[in-house]
């Protein structure tokens, strides 16, 4: 089993950043890829953004590309997600997941089937 264990989420003004967080721990020896997701009020769940433990392959939604950063550090089984000039359309609760298979490619990745674990979720509010 694997944990996944979010944070840094919060309320920011409008042009604001957040750097979001999450952690893996249990049996993380066979991650693939980490990804992020974001689920607004009546809204569907959506891809954000998702990295290759396997090289510097990342992808983004088009509504983020440029503000928002994902990274890694393998050593800490630790994904990053960088949020800078937040929008009051990035509110949501943001979602991480982790896919332990052996594929990497941009509909793989946005598809939320994709990932075996997901953490509990972090409140990310942008309002003036």
């Known amino acids: 089993q694997v944990q996944l264990v979010e944070s840094g989420g919060g309320l920011v003004q409008p042009g604001g950043s957040l750097r979001l967080s999450c952690a893996a721990s249990?049996?993380?020896?066979?991650?693939?890829?980490m990804g992020w997701f974001r689920q607004a009020p009546g809204k569907e769940r959506e891809f954000v953004a998702a990295?290759?433990?396997?090289?510097?392959?990342?992808y983004y939604r088009d509504s983020v590309k440029g503000r928002f950063t994902i990274s890694r550090d393998s050593a800490k089984n630790t994904t990053y997600l960088q949020m800078n000039s937040l929008e009051p359309e990035d509110t949501a609760v943001y979602y991480c997941?982790?896919?332990?298979?052996?594929?990497?490619?941009?509909?793989?990745?946005?598809?939320?089937?994709?990932?075996?674990?997901w953490g509990q979720g972090t409140q990310v509010t942008v309002s003036s």
């Open positions: 990295i290759w433990w396997g090289g510097t392959a990342t």
């Open positions: 997941a982790l896919d332990a298979g052996d594929y990497f490619s941009y509909n793989y990745a946005r598809n939320s089937r994709t990932y075996d674990y």
């Open positions: 249990g049996r993380t020896s066979g991650v693939n890829a």
